[in-house]
Each structure stands twice: as structure tokens, then as C-alpha cells.
Nanobody, 129 residues
Framework: EVQLQASGGGSVQAGGSLRLPCVAS????????IGWFRQAPGKGREGVSC????????DYADSVKGRFTISTDNAKNTVYLQMNALKPEDTGVYYC??????????????????????WGQGTQVTVSS
């Protein structure tokens, strides 16, 4: 059974940092794409960042480039999203999703995770000004 467990959310002031881990199980971690997506109140889901372990590509939304970093620990089957210089507009529920890696990291970010087969439960991030 494929499972994704996201955590690490919280409330921070603008300029602060958070690190979100997503622990994966039930699939061959290094053969999949795993990404982070978020949904703000009243808005649709948007792609934040994705790493495709199959082809080694990564991508970021323009709004987070230079502030967020995605990384993996294959030994722990965990993907991390390090978020620095947080802004109020980063507020939302953050989800990790995974797919078998047949599409590029850019595709998943650009489409907001279209085609992702599995999703974690989400973790709330609130950034106050």
C-alpha cells in the first residue's frame, strides 16, 4: 500500500523558515516523482516543487525559486521541502504527491500535480506578516 505522510507545518512570521518532510512507503522510492503542492483558502491547488527520482530532474514554481529547496533522503524514503524567507502568500495546506515518474518534474509543478496517483494528508503552513 502506497502511503505518504507529510508533516512539519506550523505558524511562523514572515521571513521565517520551516522544513516539511514527506515520508513515503509502499513503492520503489527512487523510481518515482515526488512533489510538494499547496492550496490556499479559496484557491486551487498549485505546484510548489517536484523531484523526479527516475530522471533526476527538479523544478520549482517561480514564486518560490531561490527560497525553497527540495531534497531527498533515499535511505529514509523521505522528501524534504526546506522553506526559507517565508511570505504571507505562502500560507496554505501543503501536500506531497507521488507518481511513477513518467512525466517530468516541470510537468507536475506546472499542472499542479495533474496525474499524481497518490497524495499525503496535508500539513498547514501559516505565515503572518
Amino acid at each position: 500500500e502506497v502511503q505518504l505522510q507529510a508533516s512539519g507545518g506550523g505558524s511562523v512570521q514572515a521571513g521565517g523558515s520551516l522544513r516539511l518532510p514527506c515520508v513515503a512507503s509502499g513503492f520503489q522510492f527512487d523510481d518515482y516523482a515526488i512533489g510538494w503542492f499547496r492550496q490556499a483558502p479559496g484557491k486551487g491547488r498549485e505546484g510548489v516543487s517536484c523531484i523526479n527520482n527516475r530522471d533526476g530532474t527538479t523544478d520549482y514554481a517561480d514564486s518560490v525559486k531561490g527560497r525553497f529547496t527540495i531534497s531527498t533522503d533515499n535511505a529514509k524514503n523521505t522528501v524534504y521541502l526546506q522553506m526559507n524567507a517565508l511570505k504571507p502568500e505562502d500560507t496554505g495546506v501543503y501536500y506531497c504527491g507521488t507518481d511513477s515518474g513518467v512525466r517530468s518534474a516541470h510537468y507536475y509543478v506546472w499542472t499542479g500535480g495533474l496525474g499524481m496517483d497518490y497524495w499525503g494528508q496535508g500539513t498547514q503552513v501559516t505565515v503572518s506578516s
